[in-house]
Nanobody
Framework: QLQLAESGGGLVHPGGSLRLSCVVS????????IAWFRQAPGKEREGVSC????????DLADSVNGRFTISRDNAKNTVYLQMNLLKAEDTGVYYC??????????????????WGQGTQVTVSS
């Protein structure tokens, strides 16, 4: 069974950095598109960044504005999200999600059949 486990969240000051990790078990990453989503209290879940099964990546949220970088290491079955210049509005629970195949990235939530439990990111002074 495919499972995802996020880690790396925490409390940082505005302008700080965090690197999130998503370890995928049960399968190898080669055939899966992986995306990061986040959800703040009282708000709907939104796509943050995505990396396709072929390695192409894209920001899914305009608010990221190039501050985040997604990468994958198929040999380690791990996807990373490097977050820099963090802002208070980046606060939320960050989830990684997997989609089988996916030649191009998508922020369409129902398209992802597998989800992790999330890791909390808090940006506060």
């Amino acid at each position: 069974q495919l499972q995802l486990a996020e880690s790396g969240g925490g409390l940082v000051h505005p302008g700080g950095s965090l690197r999130l990790s998503c370890v995928v078990s049960g399968v190898t990453l080669n055939y899966y598109t992986i995306a990061w989503f986040r959800q703040a209290p009282g708000k709907e879940r939104e796509g943050v960044s995505c990396i396709s099964s072929t390695g192409g990546s894209t920001d899914l949220a305009d608010s990221v504005n190039g501050r985040f970088t997604i990468s994958r290491d198929n040999a380690k079955n791990t996807v990373y999200l490097q977050m820099n210049l963090l802002k208070a509005e980046d606060t939320g629970v960050y989830y990684c999600a997997a989609m089988y195949g996916g030649y191009e990235c998508s922020a369409y939530v129902p398209g992802y059949g597998y989800w992790g439990q999330g890791t909390q990111v808090t940006v506060s002074s």
